[in-house]
C-alpha cells in the first residue's frame, strides 16, 4: 500500500467515450498532481492542486478535466481523447508544493489505452 | 531550455556495482531527487540532494555537484530487485521538478 491509491489500473475507450480516473490519498498532504508517462520520455506535469485550488496547468488539452473536491480526492475526467492520449496515467501528493525537500509519494498509475 | 540528460539502459551483474549518471541544466536549482519505478508500479522515492557530497543510504548512495551540473546514483551489492527504471529530478527555482526520461536498470544472473 503506496499510501495513494488510483482506479482504474487499466482502461480501454474509445474516442467519443467519457470516463473518470480517480486518485485518493491518505497521507495528510496539501499538494495533488496529475503526471503523464509516455515510454522512454520524462514525465510530463499535467495539473497541480494545493489545498484544492488548481495553481498549475501546463497547457493541456481542454479533453482533459480534473476535479479536486476535497483535499484527499483527486479526478481526471477524459473525453474525446486522441490515440496519441494512450499512457500511464500518474497521481502523486506532497506535504507542500513549494519546499526544496518536496518529495513525491506516487500512486500506481492508471494505464490508459485509446482505440 | 531545461534538460535533465541519464543513459536510457544499463546492463549489469548481480553482486556487482553500476552507477548511474545524471547531467542537468536548469533555471535555478532546490535540490535534485532519485526516484525508482518498478515495472507497473509506483515510483519510490530514494534520495535527495541539495548539497554538494555523497549521502550514503545503505547499498545506495547519491553524489551532487552544482557546480558541474551532475549527479550520480551508485547501488552496490546488486540484487535481481534492483531491476527497475531510476529517474533523476531536479527542482528549479520555481520549486517546479524537471524529470529525466529514467534509465532502465537490468541486473544479470
Known amino acids: 500500500e503506496t499510501g495513494v491509491t488510483q482506479t482504474p489500473r487499466h482502461l480501454v475507450m474509445g474516442m467519443t467515450n467519457k470516463k473518470s480516473l480517480k486518485c485518493e490519498q491518505h497521507?495528510?498532504?496539501?499538494?495533488m498532481y496529475w503526471y503523464k508517462q509516455s515510454a522512454k520520455k520524462p514525465l510530463e506535469l499535467m495539473f497541480v492542486y494545493s489545498l484544492e485550488e488548481r495553481v498549475e496547468n501546463n497547457s493541456v488539452p481542454s479533453r482533459f478535466s480534473p476535479e479536486c473536491p476535497n483535499s484527499s480526492h483527486l479526478f481526471l475526467h477524459l473525453h474525446t481523447l486522441q490515440p496519441e492520449d494512450s499512457a500511464l496515467y500518474l497521481c502523486?501528493?506532497?506535504?507542500?508544493?513549494?519546499?526544496?525537500?518536496?518529495?513525491?509519494?506516487f500512486g500506481a498509475g492508471s494505464r490508459l489505452t485509446v482505440l | 531550455g531545461q534538460n535533465i540528460d541519464q543513459p536510457t539502459e544499463m546492463t549489469a551483474t548481480e553482486g556487482a556495482i553500476v552507477q548511474i549518471n545524471c547531467t542537468y541544466q536548469t533555471s535555478g536549482f532546490n535540490g535534485l531527487f532519485w526516484y525508482q519505478q518498478h515495472a507497473g508500479e509506483a515510483p519510490t522515492f530514494l534520495s535527495y540532494n541539495v548539497l554538494d557530497g555523497l549521502e550514503e543510504k545503505g547499498r545506495f548512495s547519491s553524489f551532487l555537484s552544482r557546480s558541474k551540473g551532475y549527479s550520480y546514483l551508485l547501488l552496490k551489492e546488486l540484487q535481481m530487485k534492483d531491476s527497475a527504471s531510476y529517474l533523476c529530478?531536479?527542482?528549479?527555482?520555481?520549486?517546479?521538478?524537471?524529470w529525466g526520461a529514467g534509465t532502465k536498470l537490468i541486473i544479470k544472473p
Open positions: 502523486a501528493s506532497s506535504q507542500d508544493r513549494s519546499s526544496g525537500a518536496n518529495v513525491l509519494t
Open positions: 529530478a531536479v527542482m528549479d527555482s520555481n520549486y517546479q521538478l524537471i
Open positions: 497521507l495528510g498532504h496539501n499538494a
